[in-house]
């Protein structure tokens, strides 16, 4: 692999849904053990600000939420249910709590098989078990090119092809969970990664 081309923190300084749309399509880079993987992605949630009942943040500012409050363009990575890790990438200013969850990747295959053919992985349990993300990248500065960042690979998303549809699994957010804030590259005929009992 040649020289990394993270985004540069101002890509992850705009206004949160913006980044959100911005990341579809765009390349998630993980560095680990001598191996370096990556893929699309195509599934994104935005958590935006003090009053989105949906974000972490909205109960203040914590030991555990304290990254959603720094710089943007870090990993803000938590554990749901006790044993699947989540993905997030901070936004917008210091001090104004934003992030993007990263939900879904699409993947290409290397086996002689089926080499090239993508394979979408949904949920962002499963994503994140695919590139090997856990707790210890809580805080990781995604803008410096190491473990884990993201590069602009040229693929454009044509705005058709994004569908904006109300977040998952936060009911209890009552009208801030109807708000459409996932943002997702409408899906082409492609093999789909087996599901496995891990969260969506």
Same mark, same amino acid.
């Given at each position: 692999?040649?020289?990394?081309?993270?985004?540069?923190?101002?890509?992850?300084?705009?206004? #949160?849904?913006? %980044?959100?749309?911005?990341?579809?399509?765009?390349?998630? /880079?993980?560095?680990?053990?001598?191996?370096? %993987?990556?893929?699309? /992605? %195509?599934? &994104?949630?935005?958590? +935006?600000?003090?009053?989105?009942?949906?974000?972490?943040?909205?109960?203040?500012? #914590?030991?555990?939420?304290?990254?959603?409050?720094?710089?943007?363009?870090?990993?803000? %990575?938590? =554990?749901?249910?006790?044993?699947?890790?989540?993905?997030?990438? &901070?936004?917008?200013?210091?001090?104004?709590?934003?992030?993007?969850?990263?939900?879904?990747?699409? +993947?290409?295959?290397?086996?002689?098989?089926?080499?090239?053919?993508? &394979?979408?992985?949904?949920?962002?349990?499963?994503?994140?078990?695919? =590139?090997?993300?856990?707790?210890?990248?809580?805080?990781?500065?995604? #803008?410096?090119?190491?473990?884990?960042?993201?590069?602009?690979?040229?693929?454009? /998303?044509?705005?058709?092809? /994004?569908?904006?549809?109300?977040?998952?699994?936060?009911?209890?957010?009552?009208?801030?969970?109807?708000?459409?804030?996932?943002?997702?590259?409408?899906?082409?005929?492609?093999?789909?990664?087996?599901?496995?009992? &891990?969260?969506?």
């Amino acid at each position: 692999m040649g020289v990394p081309k993270p985004l540069p923190r101002s890509f992850f300084e705009q206004q #949160t849904l913006q %980044v959100a749309k911005d990341l579809l399509g765009k390349y998630i /880079i993980r560095e680990t053990d001598g191996e370096t %993987v990556s893929a699309c /992605i %195509v599934d &994104v949630e935005a958590y +935006v600000g003090f009053d989105d009942r949906a974000s972490h943040a909205s109960r203040g500012r #914590t030991k555990r939420t304290d990254i959603m409050f720094g710089l943007s363009g870090r990993a803000y %990575v938590y =554990l749901i249910y006790g044993m699947y890790h989540c993905l997030n990438l &901070v936004t917008e200013a210091i001090d104004y709590p934003a992030a993007v969850l990263i939900r879904g990747i699409e +993947v290409c295959q290397k086996d002689s098989a089926h080499a090239g053919a993508p &394979v979408r992985i949904d949920g962002p349990g499963r994503t994140c078990r695919f =590139l090997r993300v856990d707790r210890t990248l809580n805080g990781l500065d995604t #803008t410096l090119g190491q473990g884990l960042w993201i590069e602009d690979r040229g693929e454009k /998303i044509a705005p058709l092809r /994004i569908q904006a549809l109300p977040r998952v699994g936060v009911d209890y957010a009552e009208a801030w969970a109807k708000k459409p804030w996932r943002f997702c590259i409408e899906q082409h005929p492609v093999k789909r990664a087996r599901r496995r009992n &891990v969260s969506s």
